[in-house]
Structures are given as structure tokens and as C-alpha cells.
């Protein structure tokens, strides 16, 4: 499965980044530098057109992308799943499930799985 993508419109043309790999500051700072606005604009302009900041979007995205594998993708080991969605560790992914859902990786395999 490919990385999560973020599609930005700069200049009027569509452009695709990868949300994965680095830190969501560094793509924050890309992104605004392809839009030609300062991060804190960018920022602003951006929670204003998705209804959320970035962070929160690039988050969602590797969720989204970490529960389809998990779904559809019952042998791949949590690590690959991380990696895959841009995580740096399985403990993140283990983190974000939490956080956001309420329960680990593993169980979320076992209760959508295929």
C-alpha cells in the first residue's frame, strides 16, 4: 500500500507529498514553502480549509492507512505497519492506537481483520 498522501494546490497546480518519513514540522515547513506562506499562514490557512491543523491531519492519515493494513493486511508485523504509514517505531503505532481508539494494534487486527 503507498504512503498516506496529502494533496496541495500551489500555484494552481496539484502536487503530492508523502506523509511519511520526517517530522510533521518538516512538512509543515515544505507544504508552506510550496503554498509561498510563512508556516504560521500556511497553518492558519490550512485548519481553516480541512478543519484542522496539519498535525492533526498527517495523524489522521497514518491511522486511516495503519487501519487498512491492519485490515486487509493480517501478515504483516506491526513494525511494517508503522513503517509503512510513517511511523518511526511500532511503540508510536501502539501509542497512537490508544490514543485515538482506545486499543491496541493487535486487537484492532483481531476484531476487523480479514
Known amino acids: ?14 502536487e503530492r507529498f508523502t506523509a511519511s518519513g520526517g517530522t510533521v514540522h518538516k512538512l509543515k515547513a515544505l507544504l508552506a514553502g510550496k503554498a509561498a506562506m510563512s508556516e504560521r499562514n500556511f497553518r492558519r490557512i490550512f485548519q481553516q480549509e480541512a478543519g484542522c491543523p496539519p498535525s492533526v491531519f498527517v ?15 493480517g ?3 506491526l513494525k511494517t505497519v508503522a513503517a509503512k504509514v510513517g ?7 501502539r501509542h497512537l492506537f490508544q490514543k ?8 484492532y487486527r483481531e476484531r476487523f481483520g480479514d
Open 1 to 14: 500500500m503507498p504512503h498516506p498522501t496529502v494533496l496541495i494546490l500551489a500555484s494552481g497546480r496539484g
Open 59 to 73: 495523524e489522521n492519515a497514518r491511522l486511516e492507512g495503519a487501519k487498512q493494513l491492519l485490515e486487509t493486511r
Open 75 to 77: 501478515d504483516l508485523p
Open 87 to 93: 511511523l518511526g517505531s511500532e511503540q508510536a503505532l
Open 100 to 107: 485515538r481508539l482506545g486499543i491496541t494494534p493487535v486487537a
